[in-house]
């Protein structure tokens, strides 16, 4: 910057000597020296060999401005076409951009030297450049435009611009990225913040699981939920390569690139980019990217994507990583089942939601039978893959808007919104059969088992969670007493 403006200061010194030396020839004209024309004083200043364009612009008696006189490079900036203006009003000449003949009207009035710098479209090509153009009266008749094309300066500034808001950009996404842990939030701003540096049609986040690729996050389409968790194998053309050469790479048109149509409705444009995500040196997945032009992604795009993806990737570890460790606080770790604290919260809310909608709500308690015997004879590790044997046979008995949770070491419980006593009855009885049908093999070894169940419902009577807990519980307490895999209900006696 500094040095940028000491240039400017020697071009308006340097401007301001030649204004005075032609000055002071004008002078000189008007004092006897009658045998040189002005325009002879002009020329006598090497006008024609000036390195920048210049225009001579004369006021005649009634006051018109008119194009005089041009030099060499004028006519090289111009192509020549210059010539044919020669004699043109200063309004004609401008007719696209009345606001510069004005500028011109104004510093023959006022004798103030005025610099500007500007879009244009040249009168005389009709190219697009930026000029930076000096105004200077030379006499009350006669006024010197340089003109300097300084295109290439500003494209310049433009890209530093352009770099530092892409640095800013990015700036912004990594402290969105680590001001949340929400998986799908960090999701939707790594699209959001991609689309900001990258433009794209359309694109996919792409999650390594084992030898598949899961699609976390999708943009452009009229229903991105469409995309979401679908997979696709691992050994596929795109992530072969990108885990191949963990770079970058783009396609001018993946349309027409044989490889990639076996992805189908998944290669959806024109230009493509594909980028490495990198977790702790390993490929976690890929961006891919795509623009209905093509040709438009390139070396920038690869290194600015490159970049971004490293901390998205990063981000999305941390949130899985999260996620998990919340995942651990509410579940437990053998059978994938809510643990007793989470599920009585969850209980909790469920029967207020209950309560103010006026809706069923019934409860579910689990008990193996003689599940003692199990690890006596068999040990703890027999009884752990029984436990998780059970648990996914129970789970495929119940609705996704049920809540299952284990309530003990060999207790379950279950909590079904909308349901009466009735039908929490007719799941109990699905449960019991399926348990009964469940088995479970150490080796060679089978073993069967047989669960009793309470069941109960929550009535005007419930004061609290506890009630319906200790109704289920006194249920199934009867179904043990009455000889075990049984479904009992609760009712009004036992709670005497």
């Known amino acids: 910057m500094v040095y940028q403006n ?7 010194r340097y401007l301001l000597r030649l204004n005075r030396k032609l000055r002071r020839e004008l002078a000189h004209l008007r004092n006897g020296n009658g045998h040189l024309t002005e325009t002879d004083v002009i020329f006598r200043q090497n006008f024609l060999a000036l390195p920048d ?29 210059i010539k044919d203006f020669t004699g043109i009003t200063v309004e004609d000449f401008f007719s696209h951009e009345p606001q510069v003949a004005e500028i011109i009207y104004q510093v023959f009035r006022t004798g103030k030297p005025k610099r500007v710098e500007t879009p244009t479209r040249l009168r005389t090509t009709g190219e697009e450049k930026w000029i930076q153009a000096d105004y200077i009266r030379l006499s009350h008749r006669y006024l010197l435009n340089i003109i300097r094309d300084i295109t290439p300066q500003k494209q310049r500034q433009q890209a530093e611009e352009e770099q530092r808001s892409k640095i800013e950009l990015l700036r912004q996404a990594m402290t969105a990225f680590t001001s949340v842990l929400n998986l799908r939030q960090v999701l939707s701003q790594v699209m959001e913040y991609l689309k900001m540096l990258i433009p794209y049609d359309r694109a996919f986040l792409f999650l390594l ?37 963990r770079y970058p790479l783009y396609l001018d048109n993946a349309e027409t690139y044989r490889p990639f149509l076996e992805l189908g409705d998944l290669n959806c444009g024109k230009a493509w980019l594909g980028v490495p995500m990198l977790g702790h040196g390993q490929v976690i997945g890929y ?9 438009v992604y390139g070396g920038n795009e690869a290194e600015l994507g490159q970049t971004f993806a490293n901390q998205a990737a990063i981000a999305i570890e941390n949130a899985r990583l999260f996620q998990q460790v919340q995942q651990y606080a509410i579940t437990d770790g053998l059978t994938g089942f809510y643990n007793r604290r989470y599920f009585y919260e969850l209980a909790e809310i469920e029967m207020r939601r209950s309560k103010r909608y006026g809706s069923d709500l019934s409860l579910i308690m689990i008990d193996i039978d003689l599940f003692k015997n199990v690890n006596d004879r068999l040990g703890h590790t027999a009884g752990d893959q029984v436990l998780i044997r059970l648990s996914q046979c129970l789970r495929s008995q119940i609705r996704a808007s049920d809540s299952i949770g284990r309530y003990g070491g060999e207790e379950f419980v279950i909590l079904l919104p909308e349901t009466n006593a009735r039908n929490a009855a007719e799941v109990a009885e699905r449960l019991r059969k399926s348990a009964e049908e469940c088995t479970t093999y150490i080796g060679p070894t089978a073993i069967q088992i047989t669960i009793s169940l309470g069941v109960a419902q929550m009535d005007e009577d419930c004061q609290n969670i506890d009630d319906l807990f200790h109704r289920a519980d006194r249920a199934l307490y009867l179904a043990k007493q009455n000889g075990r895999n049984r479904v009992c209900t609760w009712q009004a006696y036992l709670s005497k």
């Open 209 to 245: 699981d084992k030898d598949e690729l899961e699609i976390a996050a999708a943009a452009g389409f009229a229903s991105n939920d469409d995309y979401i968790g679908r997979r696709i194998p691992a050994r596929n053309p795109q992530f072969e390569a990108i885990n191949r050469n």
């Open 53 to 81: 364009p210049i225009l001579i612009w004369r006021r005649d008696e009634q006051g018109e401005i008119r194009l005089m006189l041009f030099n060499q490079a004028a006519v090289e900036m111009s192509l020549g076409r």
């Open 6 to 12: 000491s240039r400017q200061n020697r071009r308006s």
């Open 287 to 295: 961006l891919s990217i795509y623009n209905s032009n093509g040709g």
